[in-house]
């Protein structure tokens, strides 16, 4: 019966439901008021952009002429009126934020970039509704922080500004899993905000549930017809993955030369060539579509490169020129999002590839670029994948999806289209920021050890704490010294002391003997992560690297007759005028004849 009752669970203490109240009120009720806000939020943003979209749709095409550079112009006089000369970052701001302690998400920049952020949108250029909507996702959290510091002052920061982002994306995309992924994976290349997950997955609901009750919950991207994928169609899709992996690598490098040519030389001469390109680019779609709807963020261009009939020259055309006009904006200081810029573009480019191929169907090879191209541009992989399933309706893309997003994650390389993502790696088993202090790491484990006074410009460091509870492992914590005595140092030792003993039985290095005992007498003790305890082991070890390898010790002669093993004259005692390292002299052996021998040997023959 005892055996039982040591799998039922325990009845939990006051302590312990007090802080199981405490954790439930600042990560779930925060987290889905603020996710709730980022989602009204996006949708008032979504619908002045839509609506000012609306009004150029009625105009003639001359109109994708003036728009877009006129919108340039009053993104930048609203930047520097309203947001008192911010800069027109979106999206980066959450992450610098979330990499960063300190700083204010909100006020005049907030309201300066998001009115500019409408007036550009609205005009036809070719950004993305996410960025604004990921910045109004994380203020919102900030603002909640920083406006009830005796409710929510002690939490994490990046809590709040993960909940935030993941209900702006999750409402102005409908899709709540793409919203939670997207705000943990794309802070870091390689790795997630583990931590931030339950937050993320609370906000994206809350914002995506928000939204849906104004506008509704209807895919963005409805995909009609047969959606099965065959083993062949698999092939192709890791195609597909690595021409948008050379696509968006592409796009990253001209990307990042527009981020440049933003800060340099005057502003008018920036926005005149920035106007000029942008007028004639969106001249260039609008004719090659022929259609409206297609200027702005590109949703109705998405859903062209789904339809049938569509001439490569036009996908061409389009590709090429929303990519140019993407860039461009980005020069002229154009605030948005780059996620819907690179959605459009892996749907023309996987249509592309279809159509070069002979391919059957229309909605496969789209679907794929739109994972391949945007998991590769930001780096998030498992988000694209995850867009692709919750915009389209078909959850039958996500395996072809998956290996293209691979391909192209891998033809990537090291670029991104943000600058501020941390590129994490894995140092001895764990996962770590490359931006994240290691002073004191074991490289054997990739554990904090507690080390002595070290020398050569080593550094001393604490044992790593807890994951979570902020408390150091026992089986690293060092005991508390008695009073009036100094701490005994440990020394955390790299070298391979088992491999040194056995080159030593060998017959290379030091002499077995003395060297052996050496090692025994000075490291009292050797545990399993090579921590080393002992009087002075800096110093001690130091000197012993600093003395010169003795010659190898000489067998001793065998006794007459006698077949010693292979190998047995290495570990034979030393010579008789070698002196111990420790304790008194050997002393001296009875030679042959000596009358105080109790036991005489005679090897004479008869």
Known sequence: MDYVWRFLPSTPDPEELKELGRATREVLLVSALVGALAGLAAFLFDWGVFEMLHLFREFPVWTAAIGP?????????????????????????????????????????????????????????????????????????????????????????????????????????????????????????????????????????????????????????????????????????????????????????????????????????????????????????????????????????????????????????????????TAAAVAGGAPGG????????????????????????????????????????????LAAVMFVAETTGRPGFVVPGLLAAVAAELMMGNHSFTAYQKKAQLVAGSRRSRSSPSRGTDPMTGELRTVGPASDGAEAASPAPQRGTGETPASSATPAPATGETPRPKLVDQRNDTSEIQQLATGGGRQATGEVRHLTGEMRAITGQGQVEGPAPVEAAKARDDQPPLPPAAPPPALPGEVLPRGARQWAAPRDDAEPPFGPPRPEAPKDGDPDDPFPLDFGGD
């Not at 027109?88 to 700083?103: A, C, W």
């Not at 780059?338 to 023309?348: E, N, T």
């Not at 070069?356 to 739109?370: E, M, N, Q, R």
């Open 338 to 381: 780059l996620f819907v810029p690179l959605v459009v573009a892996g749907a023309l480019l996987g249509r592309l590839t279809g159509e070069l191929i002979g391919a059957d169907s229309t909605t496969l090879f789209p679907v794929i670029g739109i994972a391949a191209v945007l998991g590769a541009g930001y780096r998030v992989p």
């Open 69 to 325: 550079p006129l919108g340039l112009v009053a993104a930048h006089v609203i930047l520097r009126t309203v947001g008192g000369g911010a800069s027109p970052s979106t999206s980066d701001e959450y992450l610098k934020r979330f990499h960063q302690e300190g700083g204010v998400l909100g006020g005049k920049p907030l309201r300066g970039r998001i009115l500019a952020s409408i007036v550009s949108l609205g005009t036809g250029n070719m950004l993305g509704l996410e960025g604004p909507a990921i910045y109004l996702g994380a203020s919102a959290g900030s603002t909640v922080q920083r406006r009830l510091p005796r409710l929510f002052g002690r939490i994490d920061h990046r809590l709040l500004l993960v909940a935030g982002a993941a209900g702006g994306v999750a409402a102005v995309f409908r899709a709540p899993a793409t919203g939670a992924i997207f705000a943990i994976e794309s802070p870091y290349q390689g790795d997630l905000a583990h931590s931030s997950l339950l937050p993320a997955l609370i906000g994206a609901s809350t914002g995506y549930v928000t939204f849906s009750i104004i506008v509704g919950n209807e895919p963005l991207f409805p995909v009609q017809g047969a959606t099965d994928v065959l083993v062949p169609q698999l092939g192709v899709a890791l195609l597909v993955g690595a021409l948008a992996g050379l696509v968006a690598r592409w796009g990253a490098s001209a990307l990042a030369l527009a981020k440049r040519l933003s800060t340099r030389g005057p502003d008018w001469r920036r926005l005149l060539l920035s106007g000029l390109v942008v007028s004639g680019t969106s001249v260039a779609v609008r004719l090659a579509a022929d259609t409206p709807g297609v200027l702005g963020p590109g949703y109705g261009l998405v859903n062209w490169a789904l339809e049938d009939n569509r001439a490569i020259w036009a996908l061409v055309v389009i590709l090429v020129a929303r990519n140019l006009g």
